[in-house]
Structures are given as C-alpha cells and as structure tokens.
C-alpha cells in the first residue's frame, strides 16, 4: 500500500523558513510526480508548486514562486518544499499528493493519493 507522510512543520516567525518532506512508501517505480497543497479551512486546496518524476520540471504558484522551491530524491522516495521567506498568509495545512505517470498537474483533482498534512504556522 503506498502511503504519502509530511513533516516538517510547524511555527516559525516571518521571514524565517521551513523545510517540509514527503516520504513515499510502498512504491518501487519513481515515474510519478508530486505537489504540494495547501488549504485553509473552508476554502478549496490551492497549488503550491509540483515536481516532474524526473525532478528536472518544476511549476509554482505566483504566490510562491521565488520563496519555495520543490525539489525530490528519487532514491530515498522523498519530497521536499523549502520555504524562504515566510509570510503570515502562508500559515495553514500543506499537503503532498502524488500523480502517477509523467506530466506536471496543478489541478489538486489530477492527483491520486495525499499525505495527511502538516500545519505551518508564520507569526507577525
């Protein structure tokens, strides 16, 4: 059973970063891409940034692009989202999905399985 774990959050000041991880377990095949969501309550998951299998394409919201970067190693079945810069309005749940087979969705129907979620928390 293939089974997606965040972790890394938590709370930090603004300005500060945060390194979420996404261990994948339970697949031998590397050809799947990942993404990370976020979402407060009450409101639809919004994309964060995505990853290719091969790690060489990579796609980012506007509001993160130049603050976070995606990056995966495919030998220890990990994701990673570094997060540069933080601001209050990025406080909320992540999640990481994975997306069998190639291609780089952004739409958080395309994806097939999500970890449970980690809380990020940016005071002011």
């Known amino acids: 059973q293939v089974q997606l774990v965040e972790s890394g959050g938590g709370l930090v000041q603004a300005g500060g970063s945060l390194r979420l991880s996404c261990a994948v377990s339970g697949r031998t095949s590397s050809t799947y891409a990942m993404g990370w969501f976020r979402q407060v309550p009450g409101t639809e998951r919004e994309f964060v940034a995505a990853?290719?299998?091969?790690?060489?394409?990579?796609y980012y919201a506007n509001s993160v692009k130049g603050r976070f970067a995606i990056s995966r190693d495919n030998a220890k079945n990990t994701v990673y989202l570094e997060m540069n810069s933080l601001k209050p309005e990025d406080t909320t749940v992540y999640y990481c999905?994975?997306?069998?087979?190639?291609?780089?969705?952004?739409?958080?129907?395309?994806?097939?399985?999500w970890g449970q979620g980690t809380r990020v928390t940016v005071s002011s």
């Open positions: 999905a994975l997306k069998d087979g190639y291609g780089i969705p952004t739409r958080w129907r395309s994806y097939d399985l």
């Open positions: 990853i290719d299998w091969s790690g060489n394409n990579t």
